[in-house]
């Protein structure tokens, strides 16, 4: 870790939160495939590290990939079977699941939605990706979501967003006044913009002095490398953990006093001046 903030003063509180990011590969278009590799992931995140973590992080579209053209056809029908699976798992480890997001088919078309579950496998939040990324043609086959990603981890306040929304800072900086003082990022962020993915992820932590949990894929679909990299960041920019291009689990714990310490030392929030910009 870098510098101690505790200079500040500020006193915060005493949480700590074990994050578990399980950077995965997709297989396009194979839904089913994709939630048995989940699973596995998942009950290794739980069962093999030193400690159990708090809260599991999975990556942007685990169960279908973009496949897009059938889309409709192979994503989730309001909302099942992740609902299923993800309640179950969440319920019989005691683990909060931020279920990565999954197309998911309602009434008036798919989503690409993030799912979140608490210790006892109640649906707790959910957010669909408000920016659908036209490089990919996603605006084509997605609907876009209207609302911002609140959620409530352990009685802690953050925020979550998908892939393309790194690239709009106010979105961050919204969800840093709602009180977040942890990000989760789920994506699919492909080759050749790593340092895109690294500077936007840093940048998101820094300016809003908050934790970013970023769980991205790796693998090969379609020609389309994605190199992984996911990353846990400190609220003062520090890496805490970063993958490489093969499967793995990251684990952090924060300690979300962090936070507080550095908007002590630096304060951004209060020397904001809105009315200007
Ligand atoms: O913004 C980027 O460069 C990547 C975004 C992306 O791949 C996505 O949102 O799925």
């Given at each position: 870790?870098?510098?101690?903030?505790?200079?500040?003063?500020?006193?915060?509180?005493?949480k700590?939160?074990?994050?578990?990011?399980?950077?995965m590969?997709?297989?396009?278009?194979e839904?089913?495939?994709?939630?048995?590799?989940?699973?596995?992931?998942m009950?290794?995140?739980?069962?093999?590290?030193?400690?159990?973590?708090?809260?599991?992080?999975?990556?942007?579209?685990?169960?279908?990939?973009?496949?897009?053209?059938?889309?409709?056809?192979?994503?989730?029908a309001?909302?099942?079977?992740?609902?299923?699976?993800?309640?179950a798992?969440?319920?019989?480890?005691?683990?909060?699941?931020?279920?990565?997001?999954?197309?998911?088919?309602?009434?008036?078309?798919?989503n690409?939605?993030i799912?979140?579950y608490?210790?006892?496998?109640?649906r707790?939040?959910?957010?669909?990706?408000i920016?659908?990324?036209?490089?990919?043609?996603?605006?084509?086959y997605?609907?876009?979501?209207?609302?911002?990603?609140?959620?409530?981890?352990?009685?802690?306040?953050?925020?979550?967003?998908?892939?393309?929304?790194?690239?709009?800072?106010?979105?961050?900086?919204?969800?840093?006044?709602?009180?977040?003082?942890?990000?989760?990022?789920?994506?699919?962020?492909?080759?050749?913009?790593?340092?895109?993915?690294?500077?936007?992820?840093?940048?998101?932590?820094i300016?809003?002095?908050?934790?970013?949990?970023?769980?991205?894929?790796?693998?090969?679909?379609?020609?389309?490398?994605?190199?992984?990299n996911?990353?846990?960041?400190?609220?003062?920019?520090?890496?805490?953990?970063?993958?490489?291009?093969?499967?793995?689990?990251?684990?952090?714990?924060?300690?979300?006093?962090e936070?507080?310490?550095?908007?002590?030392?630096?304060?951004?929030?209060q020397?904001?001046?809105p009315?200007?910009?």
């Amino acid at each position: 870790m870098g510098e101690n903030h505790s200079n500040s003063g500020a006193k915060g509180n005493e949480k700590r939160m074990k994050v578990a990011v399980i950077q995965m590969d997709v297989s396009i278009g194979e839904p089913e495939r994709n939630r048995e590799r989940a699973l596995a992931r998942m009950e290794e995140a739980v069962n093999g590290g030193a400690e159990k973590p708090d809260v599991l992080v999975l990556p942007e579209m685990w169960n279908t990939g973009y496949s897009l053209e059938n889309i409709e056809e192979i994503a989730d029908a309001n909302g099942e079977p992740t609902h299923a699976m993800m309640s179950a798992f969440a319920a019989k480890h005691g683990v909060n699941v931020v279920a990565g997001s999954v197309a998911n088919r309602t009434e008036g078309g798919v989503n690409n939605t993030i799912f979140v579950y608490d210790r006892t496998g109640a649906r707790t939040s959910e957010y669909s990706k408000i920016h659908l990324f036209r490089l990919m043609e996603e605006e084509k086959y997605l609907k876009q979501g209207g609302e911002l990603g609140r959620l409530v981890v352990d009685g802690e306040a953050a925020g979550m967003m998908v892939c393309y929304d790194i690239r709009f800072p106010e979105l961050t900086r919204r969800l840093a006044l709602d009180g977040a003082k942890v990000l989760f990022v789920p994506a699919q962020w492909p080759k050749p913009r790593l340092h895109h993915w690294r500077t936007l992820l840093l940048a998101r932590a820094i300016e809003n002095q908050m934790f970013v949990v970023a769980c991205n894929r790796v693998g090969v679909s379609r020609g389309t490398e994605f190199f992984g990299n996911s990353m846990i960041i400190s609220p003062w920019g520090d890496v805490l953990a970063e993958g490489g291009e093969e499967e793995t689990i990251l684990r952090a714990t924060l300690d979300l006093a962090e936070a507080d310490r550095v908007r002590g030392t630096i304060p951004v929030f209060q020397d904001r001046r809105p009315e200007l910009y």
